[in-house]
C-alpha cells in the first residue's frame, strides 16, 4: 500500500519561508511524477506545482510561480516544496500526490492527508 505522509507545515509570518515534505513509501517512489496540491479553508483545492519523476522538469502555478521550488530526492522517496516570500494567500492544507506512470498518466493516484501551513500577516 502507497503512503504519503507530509511535513513541515505550521504557522509562519509573511513574508519568511517554509519547505515541506512529502515521504512516499510503498511503492517505486521513481515511477511517480509528484504533486503538491493545496486547500485553504472554504476553497476548493488548487494545483501549486509537480516535478516529472527524474526531477528533470517542473511546472508551476501562477500564484507560486518564482516563488516556489518543488525538488525531489529519489534515494530517500521524498519530494520537497519550498516556498519563499510567503503571504496569507498561502494558508491551507498542502497535500502531495503521486501520479503512477504505471498506471495512467496525468491523474494522481495517491493522496497524503496534508499539513497545515499558516501564514500570518
Known amino acids: 500500500q502507497v503512503q504519503l505522509v507530509e511535513s513541515g507545515g505550521g504557522l509562519v509570518q509573511a513574508g519568511d519561508s517554509l519547505r515541506l515534505s512529502c515521504v512516499v513509501s510503498?511503492?517505486?517512489?521513481?515511477?511517480?511524477?509528484m504533486g503538491w496540491f493545496r486547500q485553504a479553508p472554504e476553497k476548493e483545492r488548487e494545483f501549486v506545482g509537480s516535478?516529472?519523476?527524474?526531477?528533470?522538469?517542473?511546472i508551476y502555478a501562477d500564484s507560486v510561480e518564482g516563488r516556489c521550488t518543488i525538488s525531489r530526492d529519489n534515494d530517500k522517496n521524498t519530494v520537497y516544496l519550498q516556498m519563499d516570500r510567503s503571504n496569507p494567500d498561502d494558508t491551507g492544507i498542502y497535500f502531495c500526490?503521486?501520479?503512477?506512470?504505471?498506471?495512467?498518466?496525468?491523474?494522481?493516484?495517491?493522496w497524503g492527508r496534508g499539513t497545515q501551513v499558516t501564514v500570518s500577516s
Open positions: 516535478i516529472t519523476w527524474s526531477g528533470g522538469n517542473s
Open positions: 510503498g511503492g517505486t517512489f521513481s515511477n511517480y511524477n
Open positions: 500526490a503521486a501520479d503512477d506512470l504505471m498506471l495512467r498518466v496525468g491523474h494522481y493516484d495517491y
